[in-house]
Each structure stands twice: as C-alpha cells, then as structure tokens.
C-alpha cells in the first residue's frame, strides 16, 4: 500500500509540475500571438514566440494605431471589471456582468458608428460577413491514409494532452473534477463528425476557455444560456 500511495503521489507530483509548466507556456503563446492583432500588424506563423516578437517590433512601423487604440481601451475596461468584481465582492450584480460581451458589443457599434472599418490601411479590421450555411456533409476518403494516419495520431495525442491539461487546470481552479476518458470520448465523437463536414480536429481553445472562463463564468449553466 506504501508503495502504491508513493507512486500515487509521485504521478500527481509530476502531473501538476507538467500542468503547471504547460499553462505558463500556454499563456506566453497567447500572449505573443496576440499581440500582432493589438498592434494590427499581419504577420506570417512563426515557429519560436521570440520569432513572433521579433518580426512584431521589425514591423512596428505598420501598426494600425485605430487597432491598437481599441485593443487598448478594451483591455481597460477589462481590467477595470475585474478589479471592481475583486474590490466588491458583495455586490453580485456585478459577477452577472459579462465584461468580454459588453467590450464586443461596445466596440462593435463604435467602429461602425465611427467608420473605423473603412480607413484604407489604418482600417480596424472586422469579421465582415459570415456564410449562414453548412457544409454539406461527404463520406470519408481514405486514398491517403497510409500517407496521413501518422500525423494524424501526433495531432490527436497532442490534442488530447492540451485539452485535458487546460480541463484539469480550470477544474482545480474551480474545484471540480474531470473524467479524462470522457474527455477522449467527446473529442474523438466530435472529429468523427467533424471529419464528415471536412471541419479541423477538434481540440479546447486555450485564448477562448480562458477568457470564458475569466470573464463570461463558463463553468456556470447560466453561461449556455
């Protein structure tokens, strides 16, 4: 039993050692990723984030400063939220308030109103319009299997590691637990369907579940609705 408690203990040891180290590379990633749309500058996928810095500050010179000032007084007003939620935490109304919706929303009507959208190459770069169809659903083809079954093994142990390291790290955030093989089984259902609408594999999105999860409650039922 001593040697089973010690092993147990070991693997959870190493588990959060390597969950912790993955969720701060995870937020350099997206911190740097993010950065070349704060500053409005198109930059090509780099392999190393201190490729991704330094392509960022050799561009400099092509940042879309409307861009830039909306990404700044977003994140303002962000932060401003969360230290109000923090500072007065008896005010509950204040926990129902949606700080990345109102932020979407707010801003969404301001370029519009402003005609931030239609400034040449100082544009604010929009979404536009969004096809409001489905893909038609195809049967699976399996010519290059022998050529893509490899890559696409890597991708799912890659894409599974990531989503359950992010799932185990907002559950212990929020005190929960998470079924690992339930994890598997949703992910490998949704690329099987996937696969039948050509979608990509599907995986859990580090920027998104953070700032759900920070900022719209996604571990509340409330936040579906």
Request: proline share 3%; with cysteine.
């Amino acid at each position: 039993a001593s040697d089973v408690y010690k092993r147990q203990y070991k693997y959870i040891f190493v588990f959060f050692l390597v969950l912790a180290g993955f969720m701060t590379a995870a937020g350099f990633v997206i911190g740097t990723t993010q950065l070349t749309h704060l500053f409005g500058i198109s930059l090509e996928s780099q392999p190393t984030i201190f490729q991704t810095i330094y392509q960022l500050f050799k561009n400099i010179g092509d940042t879309r400063y409307p861009t830039l000032i909306v990404g700044i007084c977003g994140i303002i007003i962000l932060l401003i939220l969360k230290i109000c939620k923090k500072k007065f935490p008896e005010q509950t109304w204040l926990k129902l308030v949606p700080g990345a919706l109102i932020v979407v929303v707010l801003f969404t009507v301001i370029c519009y109103a402003a005609g931030l959208y239609d400034l040449g190459d100082q544009s604010v770069a929009i979404v536009g319009a969004v096809e409001a169809t489905y893909p038609d659903p195809s049967a699976l083809d399996f010519s290059r299997f022998a050529d893509l079954v490899i890559p696409a093994v890597l991708v799912s142990i890659v894409g599974f590691m990531e989503s359950v390291s992010l799932a185990s790290a907002m559950a212990e955030e929020h005190d929960y637990k998470i079924n690992a093989s339930q994890e598997l089984v949703a992910l490998g259902l949704a690329d099987l369907v996937g696969a039948l609408f050509s979608s990509m594999a599907v995986t859990g999105s580090l920027g998104r579940s953070a700032v759900s999860y920070t900022h719209l409650r996604a571990h509340e039922t409330r936040h579906d609705l």
